[in-house]
């Protein structure tokens, strides 16, 4: 029997291909229909799953917003002022409270900008209060301000904190000695101010001029506090200083009913700069309030100009006046004292708190034993601003200088 052609084939067979297979009309090729063979199984009816703890309680309304409360009031403590510190060098690591009723003071960057160079703030540095140095010096010796700059800082636990104001002659650039000390102390406080800077504030502040002054180099101190009212405590130091103690120890002093502090010098008395005979009949006659009312004592001791503390929030408002005063009554021309203006041991008489004597300037030179004195003079060379002017003749060195300055800083001040 002849094969059956595909016109002739089953339906069941036709209709078995076309279950299992598709063709796309013109491509050649097929997919297969993959039928599903996985049967249905019912569902299976499971018991609840119950969970091995109890659920956590629900807390009171009233707990939740006390709890809420208490974190928004730890979080506003963050907030208030710190009300103690601890001294980084203390072993002990004892808690030290702020002191509120001071106040603080901080010079402007003297490189930033000219007009700035004098400005001084006082505000609150983490309860520190900013320490402020001044000097004046009349000539200009770099060599001199940096042993002073690094001694004071290489001596205090609180180095961060003290601002150097040093005041230089005004023929001199502020900027170039700026600089070269910057490149030694780099985060040192540093302020360079002209002297005519100073001497046009100081006229502003006291335009009589009837008034007669000595230099103002001699008077330094006044001038700083008639100039900056509210500078607050400062510290003036002269610049041929090698400082050994730490300066905030100073600066921490109680002045009590004073306003000026300072050490005394015995090694010159009263008499040995004015004619006692003529103070102490001015001291009869006159009605002056800042004359005594009992004789002056020709022995008394003078006060070290080289080193004092002063509050220009408390000075006597008639403490110029008083220089000016005595200066025209004593009538001393040019006649005056190789170290001291003779005026200013009448003006301090008895008017300054005296320190301990280790604040006392010595020269490291005379002096057999320094070991426990906290301030030394310079006894390294000085340099002469005139021909004339030979400050070394005659001068042995010494080498407590060195310690604060290598070869290598000394070479970038000559530089």
Sequence with gaps: MAAA???QSSPASASSSSSSSFSAPGSGLSRRVVSSTTPHNPPINRPPIHPDVDPPP??????????????????????LPATHFRDPSDPHRTWIPFDP??????????GASHEHASKITTELDFGVEAINIFSWIDCLDLQMLAVLQNSTLSNSRFAEHIHFHFIIPEDEDTKLPF???????PHANLNIIGQKEV????????????IIWPLLREIAPLVISIINPSLGRFLYVSPDTIMQGDIKDLFSVDLGQYSIAAAEDCSTRLGDHVNMDVVNAIQRTSAKSWVLAEPYDKNACTPDLSLLLLDSSRLDKNLMESVSWWCKVL????????????????????KYLKLSSSWKSLNPILSVTHNETRVLRFDGPRRACSEDENVNQGFDFGNNWKQYLNPKSDAILHS
């Excluded at 006229?203 to 009837?210: F, G, L, S, V, W």
């Design 5 to 7: 052609s595909p016109e």
């Design 58 to 79: 629900r807390p009171r309304p009233g707990f939740q917003f006390l709890a809420f409360a208490l974190v928004v009031f730890l979080a506003s403590l963050q907030f």
């Design 101 to 110: 009723n001071r106040t603080a003071s901080a010079s402007a960057d003297s």
């Design 179 to 185: 600089y070269k000390l910057k490149v030694l102390f």
């Design 199 to 210: 001497n046009d504030k100081f006229r502003i502040a006291m335009p009589d001029e009837r």
């Design 331 to 350: 009538d001393l021309g040019k006649q005056r004292s190789k170290w001291i203006n003779p005026v200013i041991p009448l003006v301090f008489y008895n």
